[in-house]
């Protein structure tokens, strides 16, 4: 089963707490405040984070 553990954007600058942080399963992508990682997540199939940076890629 593959997990990545959390990754912050490369956009991100170093040492900064001010993005969301993403963590990828085969089945889920987890979406956390990296300021705040204990206020919860967010939770959305693969499948639709896939689209959803595929249609941003797009855009």
């Avoid at 990545?4 to 956390?32: P, Q």
């Avoid at 984070?49 to 855009?59: E, M, Q, Y």
Wanted: include cysteine; charged fraction near 25%.
């Amino acid at each position: 089963m593959r997990d990545t553990g959390w990754l912050k954007s490369s956009h991100s600058t170093s040492g900064s707490d001010n993005c969301v942080e993403v963590r990828l399963t085969d089945t889920l992508a987890r979406l956390r405040d990296s300021k705040n990682p204990s206020d919860g997540q967010l939770s959305v199939p693969s499948s639709a984070f896939s689209a959803l940076l595929r249609k941003t890629r797009d855009a």
